[in-house]
Nanobody, 124 residues
Framework: QVQLVESGGGLVQAGGSLTLSCAAS????????MGWFRQAPGKEREFVAA????????DYAGSVKGRFTISRDNAKNTVYLQMNSLKPEDTARYYC?????????????????WGQGTQVTVSS
């Protein structure tokens, strides 16, 4: 089992920045990829960004590319999501997820473990 705990969410004005953290514990060696997803009220959960523990290759959703940066600290088993130039449409609950495989990380079905999420609210 892998346990994931997100932190760093909050309320920010449009144009501002936030950094989310996801601390992984447990059988973290069984995880190859990590991702961030978000879900706004009344909407489906959508992919935001993903990173591989080995090599650090990243993927981004088109809506956040150039504004968000995903990174990892292997020694701390922690993944970060730096969010800049935030927009009201970025308002959502953000979830961290861990996958045993590093394929298809843009799909929620690829992930085996999920955190409880952290709320991000961007005011206009």
């Amino acid at each position: 089992q892998v346990q994931l705990v997100e932190s760093g969410g909050g309320l920010v004005q449009a144009g501002g920045s936030l950094t989310l953290s996801c601390a992984a514990s447990g059988r973290t060696f069984s995880s190859s990829g990590m991702g961030w997803f978000r879900q706004a009220p009344g909407k489906e959960r959508e992919f935001v960004a993903a990173i591989r523990w080995s090599g650090g290759r990243t993927d981004y959703a088109g809506s956040v590319k150039g504004r968000f940066t995903i990174s990892r600290d292997n020694a701390k088993n922690t993944v970060y999501l730096q969010m800049n130039s935030l927009k009201p449409e970025d308002t959502a609950r953000y979830y961290c997820a861990a996958a045993k495989s590093d394929y298809g990380l843009e799909y929620a079905s690829a992930y085996d473990y999920w955190g409880q999420g952290t709320q991000v609210t961007v005011s206009s």
